[in-house]
């Protein structure tokens, strides 16, 4: 029961302040973010264990189920210990929202106010006043219902049912003779093996439990809720197609589209600001029609500025500004910016086979990058500063791309807009991950009207350079064992008629919606593909996905995978040891065994993979502590090895797509889980090894030295658009620097091109040097400055024979914070440097040093220098395996 305290506070929330004018006025709008609660469903079988549950209680909105529990103290976060399993119960229960609002007479007045949700998750039954107004079955669509007609002087209900999406759906599965392939099987014996339901419903596909999280079924409002109050005119859209670009002019349709109730004149009014500044302002009286009117205003923009990719030029940006008046009173407005760009995939014929190349302003972009894993369980609580961070994360890393995977959700404006700023391409993944989706048409006519939703919102962004069908669903169809078990169970026929409505979907609609709704950005029609010209996962053609190398095959094999584009390839890590510490507990990462059994998600063999690499390249960790650290250094040069081996192979391989930029979750070490996780940085944005090394790997300008098959490859890789000259060297030197042989010369570098530099022999760089005790360092030099360096080393981590590099750390105050001055008098592979609980951004980290060599790093920190230095610790591989006896090598 509400007090009337209570209830007057929601009144105070949602009072609205009478128009202004007489009528037509300026439409009003009212977040509804206030006032929520929520409970279980009456009558749902778990109110009678969680009574406190079945009880209204305070909601948040935005937000969810979940997270309101976690607040009201009834369940306990699931990022720790056995959280996650005792949080399943949630997602298995029917929920149920409302808010209690006041209206006054002068919003009632209006003759239109529509009730609006900018997402329902997910199988929803909405009430006004009692009356059912809407039933929402898609987390990813937009709903607006008209509710003037139900709403009265007063106070007014919002009633929202929640059905489990579990729960609903699972006795149409179990009754299924042949359920649909899916992703992950439910680890908790909610859902039998090998029938999900995550199939069959619009929601993401991660909620239901991943290789890299937790299996959390949300439920709730995860987005806006609004009242909107108008005079049967409002302002419903603005959008900037771009008709034509070159140095000289653009040309633009400026489309405001106003939906009309009434007859009426309007004016229509859109003002264009420069990047530097000047502005232009285009006007148009307007006779509405009932209905949608869209409201042409055409815009030429002479020596228009264009948006550029990150290390391309500046990413500039127009601001567009439009308002709908009627009588001189403003009755709508919209404002967002636009950068003026072409963009295409290039696919030629050449002697490797097609070509896949995204080509920017008429410029081909070597794509580097990495696929972006969604921010967390509940993207509700993640704020905006920590989104901002990842983008920078990869820019700072040298990144020019990053893909939104398809098996979580589209991200909200602010982070298209962020990426927009700073010149970060974004390949934005339709909403479907590894499950063979149904192809009913009810069900590809929702994802029909979600398409349209999601791209009409997103396509005035430049950073947005590709809409991409599908996650892995036409290689799986084609490839995958328990596709081919489920095809044959179809018959020739069926499943003939079922591939066509997967290609129906993939290759037709949706294409269609962006070629209608946004035709300056490419559709590609799923990842891997060749775009439905052939079967998926080509090396002479389209995209792959690469995972021989941490499914079955050495990491070696990455040195002899070519393909045209990889858009997925990637290696476990464990978080660094601070974000370990967090999610342990009271347990202490020195007391943990080496091996962890009891992950579900890898076949119950916990980090046996990790350990599996680790042990056949680098040796057997000493401990719990010492495997953290391998894990890192074990995905970095993993990673850098992959990356160079494409960069050099340019313009065969045009792009490098890692799994991935960031985690979802900090890591669990429980009965589930291994702790493992597949960023580069992890879940509090803290950079791991591989993060550092894909600073270096993604440089624009690099070089590569790799040992592959007894020979020594280096290559001089340039992203710049102009040729320049360089000198570069190959050193070859034992263990303690004495130096055995020096070859390199001048060279003019190509522009946006790989330049062969060396092909030499084991027999011809090492003579008779031990293999274990030398090391080759390729450097270019420019200008007299080494801009680039790369260590190749001619046997496995594990059978060097490293001794002691007496590595010595010396940090002192600079202008921009400390700088940290590390050397080693032996070789030193995979140097590490950490500060405890401190927090501190490092300039460079993870890195070998040759016996005498000195690295400066910058580092940032709010810690004071004393605090640093008592923090500070360095070291490297040596000491961190159980190695044979160094003084018998």
């Known amino acids: 029961m509400k007090t009337l305290a209570s209830i007057a506070m929601m009144i105070v929330g949602l009072m609205i302040a009478p128009a202004a004018h007489a009528q037509p006025a300026a439409p009003i709008t009212k977040i509804v973010d206030s006032g929520w609660e929520m409970r279980l469903a009456p009558g749902d079988p778990n109110a009678a264990t969680h009574t406190r549950a079945a009880r209204w209680m305070r909601a948040t909105v935005p937000g969810s189920v979940q997270t309101d529990l976690m607040a009201a103290r009834i369940i306990a976060d699931p990022w720790v210990g056995e959280g996650e399993r005792a949080a399943q119960w949630v997602g298995l229960s029917d929920w149920q929202y409302r808010n209690v609002f006041y209206l006054p007479d002068e919003v009632l007045a209006r003759r239109d106010i529509d009730l609006t949700f900018d997402g329902l998750d997910t199988f929803a039954t909405v009430r006004v006043n009692g009356t059912e107004v809407l039933r929402a079955e898609n987390m990813f669509r937009n709903w607006r219902v008209a509710a003037k007609a139900l709403l009265k002087p007063g106070h007014n209900v919002i009633e929202v049912d929640f059905a489990s999406p579990i729960k609903a759906l699972l006795p149409m599965v179990l009754a299924l003779k042949t359920p649909l392939p899916g992703a992950y099987d439910s680890q908790f014996g909610d859902e039998p093996k090998g029938r999900q339901t995550a199939n069959y419903v619009r929601k993401p596909g991660y909620h239901y439990g991943w290789d890299f999280t937790p299996r959390i079924v949300t439920i709730g409002i995860p987005k806006p809720v609004r009242i909107e109050a108008y005079d049967g005119v409002r302002m419903s859209d603005l959008h900037v197609a771009q008709v034509h670009l070159d140095d000289s002019v653009a040309v633009l349709d400026a489309v405001v589209e106003v939906d009309a109730h009434v007859a009426r004149t309007v004016d229509v009014r859109v003002a264009i600001t420069a990047p530097d500044g000047t502005s232009q302002t285009i006007e148009r009286r307007v006779a509405l029609f009932v209905g949608r009117n869209p409201v042409t205003l055409p815009v030429r923009i002479e020596r228009p500025r264009r948006w550029w990719p990150v290390g391309y030029g500046r990413p500039d940006l127009y601001r567009v500004a439009a308002s709908v008046t009627d009588e001189g009173r403003e009755i709508g407005r919209a404002a967002h910016d636009i950068g003026l760009r072409t963009v295409e995939i290039r696919r030629e014929r050449d002697r490797w086979g097609r070509s896949m190349a995204f080509v920017v302003n008429g410029v081909p972009i070597y794509i580097k990058g990495a696929n972006m894993e969604p921010a967390d369980s509940f993207p509700e609580r993640v704020p905006a500063a920590r989104t901002d961070a990842v983008l920078e994360a990869a820019v700072a890393a040298n990144m020019n791309m990053l893909r939104i995977w398809g098996g979580g959700y589209y991200p909200d404006d602010a982070v298209f807009a962020k990426a927009d700023r700073i010149g970060l391409m974004l390949w934005q993944d339709f909403m479907f991950g590894n499950a063979v989706p149904p192809v009913d048409n009810a069900f590809q006519a929702n994802t029909r009207a979600e398409a349209i939703d999601q791209v009409r919102r997103l396509r005035d962004h430049p950073s947005l350079v590709v809409w991409n069908g599908n996650n892995e669903v036409q290689t799986g169809w084609e490839n995958w064992g328990d596709r081919k078990a489920f095809k044959v169970t179809l018959g020739a026929d069926g499943q003939e008629a079922y591939g066509a409505g997967l290609r129906r979907m993939f290759d037709?609609?949706?294409?269609?919606?962006?070629?209608?709704?946004?035709p300056g950005t490419p559709y590609w029609g799923g990842s891997p593909t060749t775009d439905?010209?052939?079967?998926?996962?080509?090396?002479?053609?389209?995209?792959?996905?690469?995972?021989?190398?941490?499914?079955?095959?050495?990491?070696?094999?990455?040195?002899?995978?070519?393909?045209?584009?990889?858009?997925?390839?990637?290696?476990?890590?464990?978080?660094?040891?601070?974000?370990?510490?967090?999610f342990l507990g009271k347990r202490k990462p020195e007391d943990m065994p080496v091996q962890i059994v009891g992950s579900g998600y890898d076949s119950a063999k916990g980090n046996g993979r990790i350990l599996k690499y680790i042990r056949a390249d680098y040796g057997e960790p000493k401990s719990f502590v010492d495997y953290i650290y391998l894990s890192q250094l074990f995905q970095a040069e993993g990673l850098e090895m992959a990356v160079i081996h494409q960069r050099a192979s340019r313009p065969r391989n045009m792009g490098t797509l890692y799994w991935t930029l960031n985690d979802t979750w900090p890591g669990l070490i429980n009965s589930v889980w291994a702790g493992q996780a597949w960023g580069s940085i992890d879940f509090h944005n803290r950079w791991k090894a591989s993060h550092y090394r894909a600073k270096r790997f993604y440089a624009p300008v690099t070089i590569g030295a790799q040992h592959i098959a007894g020979r020594t490859v280096v290559t001089l890789i340039s992203d710049r658009q102009a040729a320049f000259g360089a000198r570069w060297r190959l050193r070859v030197m034992d263990r303690d620097g004495a130096m055995l042989s020096e070859r390199g010369g001048d060279v003019t570098a190509a522009p946006l091109a790989a330049t062969p530099l060396a092909d030499l022999g084991d027999a011809e760089l090492l003579g008779k040097a031990d293999p274990a005790r030398t090391v080759a360092v390729a450097e270019l030099i420019e200008n007299g400055a080494v801009i680039a360096r790369q260590f190749s080393y001619f046997a496995k981590a594990k059978d060097l024979a490293l001794v002691d590099p007496g590595l010595r750390a010396h940090i002192v105050p600079s202008a921009s914070g400390y700088t940290l001055t590390v050397s080693a008098k032996s070789l030193a592979r995979g140097v590490w440097i950490e500060f405890g609980n401190l927090d501190a951004t490092l300039s460079d980290n993870a890195f070998d040093l040759a016996a005498g060599d000195r690295a400066s790093i910058q580092v940032r920190s709010t810690a004071s220098l004393a605090a640093l230095r008592r923090a500070m610790s360095v070291h490297s591989l040596f000491g961190t395996i159980n190695a044979k006896d160094i003084a018998a090598k």
């Open 508 to 518: 037709k609609d949706l294409r269609a919606v962006v070629n209608d709704l946004s």
């Open 532 to 582: 439905y010209d052939g079967p998926a996962e080509q090396t002479t053609d389209g995209d792959v996905h690469y995972w021989d190398v941490w499914a079955r095959s050495p990491l070696e094999d990455y040195l002899t995978a070519d393909n045209r584009f990889m858009s997925e390839f990637g290696l476990q890590s464990m978080p660094g040891l601070r974000t370990t510490r967090s």
